[in-house]
């Protein structure tokens, strides 16, 4: 049972183009995320939701648009794609708890974007 | 902001020695994640750490965390071509809000040689 996925696992484009990443979590969490790890290996949090609400949204560029229709599922669109938008992204679900902290993090298996 | 720092970025080692990473992290949090990459592959997580003074051990690999100090290490005892992987250190904020991000080290990227 794989318990976050992500489809497609590879996402090979033009500039300009419009593109979707979708994410499912069957772990019953409330909260899910998106990351974005570029070439380095650099891991940086792009977006999160909790119960469908979006609760942290970093600087990232209008073009990407996330949207969660229920708790199970983050997708990520990415408007008029750029050079510099290759990377892999990868969902992470977690479940939230009143503790100063809050949870451990289990992450999908990514999704290899590149932008010709 | 939260800043991570972890050293090495680059480890080669070989089999059979031991050596340790060390994940700094610049503002007060009570816990902390280490994860594995192997190439291509997600993050599998290795330790939580909730406490100050928690230790964990999986095999080769021991975790601690030092909240006053800022400080986590992971060991690697007699290591083996298995352990070869990218190993991320990351840290969450000291609210309890639910803005809850991880700030990730840049990974340390050990090689363990035959």
């Known amino acids: 049972d794989t318990a976050v996925s992500q489809t497609p696992k590879y996402l090979v484009t033009q500039m300009g183009n419009d593109k979707s990443i979708k994410c499912e979590q069957n772990?019953?969490?409330?909260?899910m995320y998106w990351y974005k790890q570029d070439s380095k290996k650099f891991l940086k949090i792009m977006f999160s939701?909790?119960?469908?609400?979006?609760?942290i949204n970093e600087t990232v560029p209008n073009r990407f648009s996330p949207k969660s229709p229920d708790k199970a599922h983050l997708n990520l669109h990415i408007n008029s794609l750029e050079l510099g938008d290759s990377a892999v992204y990868f969902c992470a679900s977690s479940q939230y708890a009143r503790t100063s902290g809050g949870n451990e993090q289990f992450f999908g298996p990514g999704t290899r974007l590149t932008v010709l | 902001e939260l800043k991570v720092e972890q050293n090495p970025l680059f480890l080669s080692m070989q089999e059979g020695k031991n050596y340790t990473i060390y994940c700094n992290y610049s503002t007060t949090s009570d816990r902390l994640y280490w994860y594995r990459q192997d190439p291509g592959k997600s993050l599998e997580s290795l330790f939580v750490l909730l406490s100050n003074g928690a230790v964990k051990q999986e095999g080769r690999l021991m975790a601690s965390l030092d909240t006053k100090a800022r400080l986590s290490t992971l060991h690697i005892t007699a290591a083996v071509h298995d352990l070869s992987a990218t190993y991320f250190c990351?840290?969450?904020?000291?609210?309890?809000?639910?803005?809850?991000?991880?700030?990730f080290g840049k990974g340390t990227l050990l090689t363990v040689n035959p």
């Open positions: 990351a840290v969450p904020p000291n609210s309890g809000g639910s803005n809850y991000k991880l700030t």
């Open positions: 772990l019953g969490h409330d909260t």
């Open positions: 939701y909790n119960n469908k609400e979006l609760i």
